[in-house]
């Protein structure tokens, strides 16, 4: 058990629609990054939270948003869904942006049909 | 922009061998690589790191290679045990703690 926590665990939704997915950081780490892991594909970093602020962006798309409340949980909003958004999607927390280790939570199955 | 590949997806090896899982990068202002172990239905672990300082980095049946010249680094498991089946990704650090992954490859270990 990595302390961080991802909710909810699957979810099965039709295309256009938009979710929401939840992520509470280990306690004390002001970071959260989220990836997206599509079948047969690595993980690929979407965005990245510091202590509310964001700190830096991958390959997210506009139909995606994310952020990171005062509590430090952070959300990912993913809106007019395809079936290509399919996939896992995690998110990781680390004590501060210089820290070399990220602590994945166990993610959130997403199948759009 | 793929700034991290692993070539190989799936590597098969007998138990009490040794793993070699390599893995190649192209951001030479990476100062940190990563190797992170992923099992069905749970999260990425992180297993080992190296700084890019260093050539070579040992955690017990861990031991990960740096070559820098090469934009190169390995990650030996020896020996192998059934319980290190799993996918492995190594991922480089860089300035903003973006941590591009590589593809993964997947390491079933036979008993």
């Known amino acids: 058990d990595s302390g961080v926590t991802q909710t909810p665990k699957h979810l099965i939704t039709a295309t256009g629609q938009r979710v929401t997915l939840r992520c509470s950081p280990r306690?004390?780490?002001?970071?959260v990054y989220w990836y997206q892991q599509s079948l047969d594909q690595g993980l690929q970093f979407l965005i990245q939270y510091y202590n509310g602020e964001e700190r830096a962006k991958g390959n997210i798309l506009e139909r995606f948003s994310a952020q990171q409340f005062p509590d430090l949980h952070s959300e990912l909003n993913l809106s007019s869904l395809e079936l290509g958004d399919s996939a896992l999607y995690f998110c990781?927390?680390?004590?501060?942006?210089?820290?070399?280790?990220?602590?994945f939570g166990p993610g959130t199955r997403l199948t759009v049909l | 922009d793929q700034q991290v590949k692993q070539n190989s997806p799936s590597l098969s090896v007998q138990e009490g061998r040794i793993s070699i899982l390599n893995c190649d990068y192209t951001n030479s202002m990476f100062d940190y690589f990563l190797w992170y172990k992923k099992y069905p239905a749970e999260g990425p672990t992180f297993l080992i790191s190296i700084s890019s300082i260093k050539d070579k980095n040992e955690d017990g049946r861990f031991t990960v290679f740096l070559n820098k010249s090469a934009k190169h680094l390995s990650l030996h498991i020896v020996p192998s045990q059934p319980g290190d089946s799993a996918v492995y990704f190594c991922a480089g650090r860089a300035a903003g703690n973006k941590l591009p992954f590589g593809g993964g490859t997947r390491v079933l270990v036979k008993p």
């Open positions: 990781a927390s680390s004590v501060d942006p210089s820290t070399d280790t990220q602590y």
């Open positions: 306690s004390g780490d002001l970071s």
